[in-house]
């Protein structure tokens, strides 16, 4: 039985005049299934030194340059079935460019994707180091390791957290080969992302499930960096970041700590199997007292720590420090330092307490919120050079008035003693 006419799809027909891309453009897959920017099978009809000549979809001669080689193509011989990567449909002479080296590339990325999702160990080797991680080399792609992707075992611990030391450091595993896991990849940007701790997990995940949430723990400082510590407790290696070291601010935690030394934390998260211990939180907020303390109109006393611009930070208790905006300082004043001084003490009202986010505000008690005689009063403002000249006339005439005196003072003197004689 033969197929109704209805059914027979109409084939494009292709005129001398036209070219394979004026067709590609019109006709699309339904002339040709193979497209730029993708992988295709291609036949082996030639290979010479400098390039290689194949068929590709029956339909068109195509040609791979020498520079686009990723291989030996010696071992080629017609008739072979490759993969090739589509580069442009069609030159000046009509054949269709394509590459080996970006089918090798394309297929990589397909296969990194794959162990991506499936979670599987990649191995990488060690090209590069910076203060910032490792540079490293899978499969002709580049990738990166951050130093905080580093396992605890290559992690750089550098007392003082120096950069500079960080990065000679990391120079030494140049050359070296690392299983890692892929943390993040993208194809559009050639962005990839390793992560050697992901791996060391898995190795100390019997560890990990050792601690729980809420635990105290005594460990030993393995490491200090800028950003926190990392402690070593029952086996469990884990960070203590900056945040977590003291309820006051840090700022350099080797003033505070040596490495080996041993210290209680506690456990505030985990994270899969990474640890986050906490320092600070061994003790009871400081702001929960605080709001328990001072409720709304309470009076308090404070130093001045900090003046800005807008406003001036307040310490009224050891770890607690409150804000006085300039606007709550008295009616007209716009610069702080009119009223208050650095260093200096002050009697405050209390606005509010949050110690959700560890803030207070406070508004300084002057003479429109209390009694004249407790309240602060402005400093006396400096006169300018323009007011001092506009008194100079004035100065001066009181001046010639007094040397007048002084000379008629005299002469009444004279006078009083001969009418005495």
Same mark, same amino acid.
């Given at each position: 039985?033969?197929?109704?006419?209805?059914n027979?799809?109409?084939?494009?027909?292709?005129?001398?005049?036209?070219?394979?891309?004026?067709?590609?453009?019109e006709?699309?897959?339904?002339?040709?299934?193979?497209? /730029?920017g993708e992988?295709?099978?291609?036949?082996?009809?030639? +290979?010479?030194?400098?390039?290689?000549?194949?068929?590709?979809? #029956?339909?068109?001669?195509? +040609?791979? %340059?020498?520079?686009?080689?990723s291989f030996?193509?010696?071992?080629?011989?017609?008739?072979?079935?490759?993969?090739a990567?589509?580069?442009?449909t069609?030159?000046?002479?009509g054949?269709?460019? !394509?590459s080996?080296?970006?089918?090798?590339?394309?297929?990589?990325?397909?296969? !990194?994707?794959?162990?991506?999702?499936?979670?599987?160990?990649?191995?990488v080797?060690?090209?590069?180091?910076?203060?910032?991680?490792?540079?490293?080399?899978?499969?002709g !792609?580049?990738?990166?390791? %951050?130093?905080?992707?580093?396992?605890?075992e290559?992690? %750089?611990?550098v007392?003082? #957290?120096?950069?500079?030391?960080?990065?000679?450091?990391?120079?030494?595993?140049?050359?070296?080969a !690392?299983?890692?896991?892929?943390?993040?990849?993208?194809?559009?940007?050639?962005k990839?992302?390793?992560?050697?701790?992901?791996?060391?997990?898995?190795?100390?995940?019997? /560890?990990?499930?050792?601690?729980?949430?809420?635990?105290?723990?005594?460990?030993?400082?393995?490491?200090?960096?800028?950003?926190?510590?990392?402690?070593?407790?029952?086996g469990?290696?884990?960070?203590?970041?900056?945040?977590? $070291?003291?309820w006051?601010?840090?700022?350099?935690?080797?003033?505070?700590?040596?490495?080996?030394?041993h210290?209680?934390?506690k456990v505030?998260?985990?994270?899969g199997?990474?640890?986050?211990?906490s320092?600070?939180?061994?003790?009871?907020d %400081?702001?929960?007292?605080?709001?328990?303390?001072?409720?709304?109109?309470?009076? +308090?006393?404070?130093? +001045?720590?900090?003046?800005?611009?807008?406003g001036?930070f307040?310490?009224?208790?050891?770890?607690?420090?409150?804000?006085?905006?300039?606007?709550?300082?008295?009616?007209?004043?716009?610069?702080?330092?009119?009223?208050?001084?650095?260093?200096?003490?002050y009697?405050?009202?209390?606005?509010?307490?949050?110690?959700?986010?560890?803030?207070?505000?406070?508004?300084l $008690?002057?003479s429109?919120?209390?009694?004249?005689?407790?309240?602060?009063?402005?400093?006396?403002?400096?006169?300018?050079?323009?007011?001092?000249? /506009?008194? /100079?006339?004035?100065?001066?005439?009181?001046?010639?008035?007094a040397?007048?005196?002084?000379?008629?003072?005299?002469?009444?003197k004279?006078?009083?003693?001969?009418?005495?004689k």
């Amino acid at each position: 039985m033969q197929a109704s006419p209805k059914n027979i799809k109409e084939e494009p027909k292709v005129t001398n005049g036209e070219s394979m891309a004026a067709l590609v453009e019109e006709y699309g897959d339904k002339l040709v299934p193979f497209k /730029a920017g993708e992988t295709t099978e291609v036949v082996i009809l030639e +290979v010479t030194p400098r390039k290689v000549i194949v068929d590709v979809a #029956g339909l068109a001669i195509g +040609v791979i %340059p020498e520079r686009e080689y990723s291989f030996d193509t010696n071992e080629l011989k017609p008739g072979d079935k490759v993969s090739a990567y589509v580069l442009a449909t069609e030159n000046v002479d009509g054949n269709v460019i !394509l590459s080996f080296k970006r089918a090798d590339r394309e297929g990589l990325w397909d296969n !990194l994707t794959e162990k991506f999702e499936k979670g599987e160990i990649v191995p990488v080797k060690v090209i590069g180091a910076n203060r910032g991680g490792l540079l490293v080399e899978c499969g002709g !792609l580049d990738g990166f390791i %951050p130093v905080s992707q580093l396992s605890p075992e290559h992690y %750089p611990r550098v007392e003082g #957290g120096s950069g500079t030391e960080i990065a000679r450091r990391l120079q030494g595993f140049i050359g070296q080969a !690392l299983k890692t896991k892929i943390l993040s990849l993208d194809k559009q940007t050639d962005k990839l992302i390793f992560s050697e701790k992901m791996l060391q997990g898995l190795l100390q995940e019997t /560890a990990v499930e050792q601690v729980k949430l809420g635990d105290t723990l005594e460990g030993t400082i393995t490491g200090i960096v800028q950003f926190g510590l990392f402690v070593n407790a029952d086996g469990v290696e884990g960070l203590v970041h900056i945040s977590e $070291i003291s309820w006051d601010k840090v700022v350099s935690i080797d003033t505070l700590y040596q490495v080996g030394q041993h210290i209680k934390v506690k456990v505030v998260q985990i994270d899969g199997n990474r640890v986050s211990f906490s320092i600070k939180r061994l003790q009871s907020d %400081p702001w929960m007292k605080a709001y328990e303390e001072f409720k709304p109109g309470s009076e +308090v006393e404070g130093e +001045v720590t900090r003046i800005t611009a807008f406003g001036a930070f307040v310490k009224i208790t050891e770890h607690v420090a409150g804000l006085c905006h300039v606007s709550q300082m008295g009616e007209g004043i716009q610069n702080v330092t009119d009223v208050l001084t650095l260093g200096q003490k002050y009697k405050f009202k209390v606005l509010n307490v949050e110690p959700a986010t560890h803030r207070c505000s406070l508004q300084l $008690i002057t003479s429109e919120t209390a009694g004249a005689d407790a309240a602060v009063k402005p400093k006396p403002k400096k006169a300018t050079a323009p007011a001092e000249t /506009a008194e /100079a006339k004035p100065k001066a005439e009181d001046d010639t008035e007094a040397k007048v005196v002084e000379k008629t003072e005299p002469k009444k003197k004279t006078a009083k003693t001969t009418s005495e004689k």
